[in-house]
C-alpha cells in the first residue's frame, strides 16, 4: 500500500493496531527499538526510542516484575520512505502518527 496520500494524521485505531503490532526491543544501555508495521500504510517501520540510562538500569532490576502502572506514552510517526503523494519535500513517512504505551518492562 503504498499509493496512500501523504496526510498527517491519527486515529485511535493506530494505537490500538501498533499496541499488538509493535514489538519493542531494548537495543542497547538506554536505547529501545520500535518495529512494526505503520497502521496506516502498512510498511514496517524502526522507531528508536531514547530511553536514558536511569530507566535502562531500572529494567535490569525489574526485568521479571509484572506491568507497573507507569507506562510511558511515547509519541510516534511513521518514517516509512514510500511514495505517498503531497509529502514536504524531505519528510519521510506517511503521515500517521499515534502513541505508543512503552511498558515498563520495554523503557
Ligand atoms: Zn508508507
Ligand atoms: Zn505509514
Do not use: N
Request: negative net charge; aromatic residues 8%.
Amino acid at each position: 500500500m503504498s499509493h496512500l496520500d501523504y496526510l498527517p494524521v491519527t486515529d485511535d485505531s493506530f494505537a490500538t493496531t501498533a499496541a499488538s503490532t509493535f514489538t519493542a526491543k531494548v537495543v542497547s544501555a538506554g536505547t529501545t527499538e520500535l518495529t512494526g508495521p505503520c497502521p496506516r500504510c502498512g510498511t514496517v517501520i524502526r522507531i528508536p526510542v531514547v530511553t536514558g540510562i536511569y530507566k535502562s538500569f531500572r529494567l535490569l532490576r525489574r526485568r521479571h516484575a509484572p506491568p507497573a502502572p507507569d507506562a510511558r506514552l511515547e509519541p510516534v510517526i511513521c518514517t516509512c520512505d514510500d511514495d505517498h503523494p503531497g509529502r514536504p519535500e524531505g519528510d519521510v513517512g506517511c503521515g500517521a502518527f499515534w502513541i505508543f504505551q512503552l511498558e515498563p518492562a520495554a523503557q
